[in-house]
């Protein structure tokens, strides 16, 4: 059992600055560009998949949580399902040739790292007091909230007494980093549930052997501002998309344009100067959740994405629009939440262009929206749901475009150039896809795609080329 904690929270932290000291710097301050390496490790985000971080569920994760907000915090799936969906994703993405790191296994490997150099009891005192007690007893499988010795723990009245908080999201490793060509860049998730996920991973960066190699170069963190890797996507070893609004901070793009020495191309996922608490009316932040959910790079130039809403010929004009304007005067739906709905339509999709090395806006693409943009650029666009029909668009926009937009029709993760994997569900978009040339792999995912993430999420490239 784990013992009571008695140690000075603020000389612990101390010890851990001095015992950093003795590790490579792998910080982000300063505003200079970022030296570029011989090979970038990403040189787009079609490129050949060769190394990839993923976090596997368990089937005795910790779902509990001390930031629920659920008097009965229960979610309705089946994990030994997920289980089995997940690794149905890791066999096809272990068949395209690339190598999985897990990360169980590098975080084992942390702690014996952090050991070595007398820093692991230091380290679990300033980050998880509740377990420090025996620092022993501490494994991946602890941190990961899988262990029983420190799962549905009660105090001596029996009541329940929080130990770790969930993790479970953790499977979506995207989120919590990304890379880039110079290196790995940290971020900093905006739901407060998903904070303890931060710390493992940079944990892992600092101390896991095999990530010795990728150079930590920006931390969101440091930096104040949210980011989530859903939001970025290499277009190029000099391009970045990057989507803005909804759970990354406009603000990030000019400082990534001079510090990454690449243009930064934002898309509005929703209108914002920085991001602010959620207006309860703002149902669609859960729709288009990150880029990657409503927009994904299939292949070179080649991408799939929505129909209308990222065109700037179809604002104001697009179904969805449409349908609002024409169930308001029936009264169903609120005023408030009709115009705050016409405007995330309207507003949705439109891009800015911040150039390298400098940071400063090019106004070359004002006025356009995301779709307008590649296509100027000799994109080929494939539409979730299909080609868009002339007529019945109406009836196309929610039976074939959101039932398969639910599925997480646009979110794909590409093993190379015209080569992609896709949770089952989608048809029209596969055939699609497959009509414009490019390789679909699926599988089924009935318990993955309610949580509003897909195979682009699922996975976190570490290199490619």
Request: proline share 6%; glycine share 8%; net charge neutral.
């Amino acid at each position: 059992m784990v013992g009571d904690i008695r140690f000075n929270r603020r000389n612990a932290l101390k010890m851990l600055a001095a015992t950093a000291s003795s590790l490579p710097w792998r910080g982000s301050w300063g505003s200079e560009a970022i030296p570029r390496p011989a090979r970038p490790f990403i040189p787009s985000d079609v490129a050949p998949l060769k190394r990839v971080l993923m976090c596997p569920p368990n089937a005795g994760e910790y779902l509990l949580s001390r930031t629920d907000e659920d008097v009965l915090p229960i979610d309705d799936y089946e994990m030994d399902i997920v289980i089995s969906e997940h690794a149905k994703l890791m066999e096809i993405i272990r068949a395209s040739g690339a190598e999985i790191l897990k990360v169980p296994d590098l975080l084992e490997t942390a702690i014996d790292k952090a050991r070595s150099k007398g820093v692991w009891e230091t380290w679990l005192k300033a980050t998880h007091p509740t377990i420090a007690g025996d620092p022993k007893a501490v494994t991946a499988m602890t941190l990961l909230g899988a262990d029983p010795a420190t799962q549905y723990r009660s105090w001596p009245d029996g009541s329940y007494r929080p130990v770790l908080d969930s993790v479970g999201a953790f499977i979506f490793s995207r989120d919590t980093a990304v890379t880039v060509p110079q290196g790995v860049m940290l971020l900093n998730v905006h739901s407060r549930h998903r904070v303890r996920e931060e710390v493992l991973l940079r944990f892992v960066f600092d101390f896991a052997p095999e990530l010795a190699r990728y150079p930590v170069i920006f931390d969101a963190k440091q930096e104040g501002l949210l980011a989530e890797g859903g939001d970025f996507q290499v277009v190029d070893e000099r391009t970045l998309f990057v989507g803005v609004g909804n759970r990354t901070d406009p603000r990030i793009a000019p400082i990534l344009a001079r510090r990454l020495d690449m243009d930064v191309l934002t898309v509005q996922t929703r209108k914002a100067d920085w991001l602010r608490p959620p207006d309860k009316r703002e149902r669609l932040r859960g729709v288009f959740l990150h880029l990657d959910t409503y927009f994904t790079h299939v292949g070179d130039k080649q991408a799939l994405t929505l129909p209308w809403f990222l065109e700037s010929a179809y604002a104001g004009k697009d179904p969805y629009t449409q349908f609002l304007k024409g169930i308001a005067p029936a009264g169903s739906i609120s005023k408030e939440d009709v115009d705050a709905g016409l405007a995330y339509a309207e507003d949705i999709g439109k891009v800015r262009l911040f150039r390298a090395g400098s940071g400063d806006e090019d106004d070359s693409v004002k006025g356009m929206k995301l779709v307008d943009c590649v296509r100027g650029r000799g994109y080929q666009v494939t539409f979730v749901g299909g080609d868009v029909p002339q007529t019945d668009t109406l009836r196309h926009f929610f039976t074939d475009v959101m039932h398969e937009h639910g599925r997480q029709g646009a979110n794909v993760v590409a093993t190379s150039s015209g080569k992609v994997v896709a949770y089952e569900g989608a048809t029209r978009t596969h055939a699609a896809l497959r009509k414009a040339g490019v390789d679909v792999k699926t599988f089924p995912a009935r318990e993955l795609w309610p949580w509003n993430g897909g195979p682009h999420c699922l996975t976190m490239p570490l290199e490619r080329g």
